[in-house]
């Protein structure tokens, strides 16, 4: 029982980290697991947070650039989207955040 637990802990922390409390990166995460072989899964997790696409990164480039589809999203080439990418499509509108802090 406390492996399990311990599993739902850790599923939740990683879950926590990578939507950042987004609800949009949420339901893209519940779409990657239901939907994704695990192998798969695990190198694309990787790489979002490796390229810290986290949060409404994700969710923007799930919705803008991949059309709901989260094919697409698997299959897409993460080295477009910089930080410089996200502060001009969306981050340099949120209040008090200087493009440094972002």
């Known amino acids: ?10 599923n939740f922390e990683l879950f926590r980290v990578l ?3 987004n609800p949009g990166a949420c339901s893209v995460l519940m779409e990657l697991i239901e939907n ?7 190198n694309f997790l990787y790489k979002i947070l ?4 986290l949060g ?6 799930y ?3 991949c059309n709901r589809n989260i094919n697409e999203l698997i299959n897409k080439d993460l080295t477009l989207f910089t ?5 001009e499509k969306f981050e340099k509108y949120i209040v008090n955040k200087p493009h ?3």
């Not at 930080?83 to 502060?87: A, E, L, S, T």
């Open 36 to 42: 994704v072989d695990n192998k798969i899964l695990d």
């Open 19 to 21: 939507s950042k409390g």
């Open 56 to 61: 409404s990164r994700l969710w923007y480039i």
């Open 83 to 87: 930080d410089d990418y996200f502060y």
């Open 50 to 53: 490796d390229k810290e696409i």
């Open 63 to 65: 919705k803008n650039e």
């Open 100 to 102: 440094s802090q972002l």
């Open 1 to 10: 029982m406390d492996n399990i637990s311990e599993e739902n802990n850790d």
